[in-house]
């Protein structure tokens, strides 16, 4: 299984009620390739500067992530810092220095256009569709974006998604995206942009709403997880990016890509994002395994089991 | 099966972005009665005020509820205004007046102290425990509570509790009785109250969390339901009531009162809930019948489905 990834790489810094970090390894790339990496072989590409240092790169490979589609730009990594309420549902954001992000500009190599499936981070929704465009045969395309787009590049938003299968946002941004208040009706909305071609438009929207878990939305269904719940959340930096990345990286070992697996991959990504969140940046899951995974998946499960 | 209610019975004036109504037929009783009576004969002991018509009674009569545990007092009944936000989970308080209900009595006819199943509606904890003391072999005890009684009787709500067999609470109150403000820890602490002994305290706790559904925690498990999505909500007033009315109408039908039992029952809460909802006041509660609770219960469980 060959997973190609498109984002960010940045150096965060973290203050919560509970645990503060200074330039922690982060980024949506690094989140959702150390989760999707228990899954399958992930080939990130992203753009770092000269204070990138090569312990990160050794990190990449040690967890089955292949670092040579990351560029080494000449200027400092994109770095943002952030401060979350005692309720951590808030986020309060203090900078973000984009640095070499600013030009990125992602030229797949050659032998990633091939790769089936893709997951596009959280940035220009052009960079997104250039991306794309640059793939041969995709058999799954999983996105992301943000109110930040949604609000400047609406447009173009909308363009790229009528090539995306899967778009992960959460609440106000289905809102946002949608314009329209009612969650459900704002859902029905977006997965309705769909055409009946291959590739239409989102025709699977998750909805990720935090502590409350995520709904998920189809043409003709919908389907509620909560979250698993924990004794200690720490911090929730990248939760987003690591639920994308066990749900992209289970969808990548299997057979039909229908609502049924669907379905399953949301608990294995809600099980990463649940993992993500009991320590500091990523650093839990650079220390996690594939038993701890399975152990929590059955717990959860039993968790949900109804009657 | 028969099932007794002890709470209030309102005229309830309601503002949403959507409907309004003034001294619509309200109250905890109301609410809980009219969801439970799908499934069981339920005995509602309240006080209402001399401006209660008589074609209320007739409405539970019809209802499969029977009216005359309800005492006619001199006064106005209880009343209560309330103003809910754009996005339906806040709500402001605009006055409340107790009248008949400032000295409400719980006195059980001989009748109903041998009725299995207890419902005791949001009212002074230590009103709650009259009502229990007087049962004579209760085989499950379910309770509300708020903050009120939370801040300003405390020590009386422990005592009560003690005789409760489930506890349903939100989240803030949740948080508010264990003292402790992590939701997953809060829940842990109410249920380890519990005794060893046949009615020790809330074994169960079921956290309402509004659109969000609700979270039930026993002793050594937690299990999660999200709430039906609907199309259109446009009165969250009695919500919480018509899940109780729907949990425990569905227990008063099932041999054992298991985990397995409390979590199906927990879905017709939610169903139940949904309904009441859907229009002001009770006014869907109404006209609902076991046909439609059916069909929902069949779709949510779809919704649910996992794997």
Redesign the interface.
Known sequence: MKILAVGSIAFDTIKTPFVRGKNVLGGSLTYFSLAASHFAKIYPVGVVGHDFKPKYFKLYQKHNIDSRGLTKATGKTFSWSGQYD?DLNNRRTIYTHLNVFTNFNPVLPPAYKSIPYLFLGNMDPQLQLSVCHQMTNPRLIVADTMNYWIERKRKELLTTLKLIDILIINEAETRQLAKE?????AARKIVSWTEPTRRGGPATLIIK?GE??L?MFTRK???????F????IFDPTGAGDAFAGGFVGFLSRQKYLNE?NF??AA?YGTILASFCVEQLGPKKLIKLNRRQIQERFKKF???????
């Open positions: 005692y208040h009612n969650l459900y009706k709403r409350y878990g709904l269904n919908w389907f509620s997880l909560p979250a719940i924990l004794e200690d049924k379905r399953k608990i499960k039993k968790f949900l089991a109804l009657i």
